[in-house]
T-cell receptor, first 119, second 116 residues
Framework: AQKITQTQPGMFVQEKEAVTLDCTYDTSDPSYGLFWYKQPSSGEMIFLIYQGSYDQQNATEGRYSLNFQKARKSANLVISASQLGDSAMYFCAMRGLDAGGTSYGKLTFGQGTILTVHP | NAGVTQTPKFRVLKTGQSMTLLCAQDMNHEYMYWYRQDPGMGLRLIHYSVGEGTTAKGEVPDGYNVSRLKKQNFLLGLESAAPSQTSVYFC???????????????FGPGTRLTVT
């Protein structure tokens, strides 16, 4: 079974500063992928960044980077230079392999972290 | 290119009523999913489909049925709605992944369902 834990129900950050949202995971799959999604107050789910378990380098996408520490089973999201529009719920999710080594793409989500950016 | 669309956007049901939520995608994705989102619990997988005519149970399938008669559509049915099914329902789709884990899921806008 896979499990994602986000221990920060809410986080606050000042505009233009960096913030780290924590995510730890548990899985016995030999290969897996980690995702971060953003959910603004309008409700849609927006894909931000992906990290594969065998990727040698941490993923980056613009102001988003993923601090992947495989031995510690953590995949923290770092947002640099926060903007007011970053205020939203953020979800960490994991995709692993089913029996037989196939990934049917199912995602396991964490509980989410609400980020509030102050001007 | 509309992506993933869901119908309806909002619905209020009385306990015991039935309804069907429709999900449609125009990206020719093989895989489709239904999730529910409850406060403090993230998204949980209800059912999923890896191709036309196939469906499988997810983490919380009880009280729901699904059908995938056409590749582009994935229907979620509630036969006898209960207040515990009050939630926001998201449909998603992705390319078939094989052993790869990298393909993102594309989400619909969600359906807010209230059962009284």
């Amino acid at each position: 079974a896979q499990k994602i834990t986000q221990t920060q129900p809410g986080m606050f950050v000042q505009e233009k500063e960096a913030v780290t949202l924590d995510c730890t995971y548990d899985t016995s799959d030999p290969s897996y992928g980690l995702f971060w999604y953003k959910q603004p107050s309008s409700g849609e789910m927006i894909f931000l960044i992906y990290q594969g378990s065998y990727d040698q380098q941490n993923a980056t996408e613009g102001r988003y980077s993923l601090n992947f520490q495989k031995a510690r089973k953590s995949a923290n999201l770092v947002i640099s230079a926060s903007q007011l529009g970053d205020s939203a719920m953020y979800f960490c999710a994991m995709r692993g392999l089913d029996a037989g080594g196939t990934s049917y793409g199912k995602l396991t989500f964490g509980q989410g972290t609400i980020l509030t950016v102050h001007p | 290119n509309a992506g993933v669309t869901q119908t309806p956007k909002f619905r209020v049901l009385k306990t015991g009523q039935s309804m069907t939520l429709l999900c449609a995608q125009d990206m020719n994705h093989e895989y489709m999913y239904w999730y529910r989102q409850d406060p403090g619990m993230g998204l949980r997988l209800i059912h999923y489909s890896v191709g036309e005519g196939t469906t499988a149970k997810g983490e919380v399938p009880d009280g729901y049925n699904v059908s995938r008669l056409k590749k582009q559509n994935f229907l979620l049915g509630l036969e006898s709605a209960a207040p515990s099914q009050t939630s926001v329902y998201f449909c998603a789709s992705s390319y078939s992944t094989g052993a790869a884990t990298s393909y993102e899921q594309y989400f619909g806008p969600g359906t807010r369902l209230t059962v009284t």
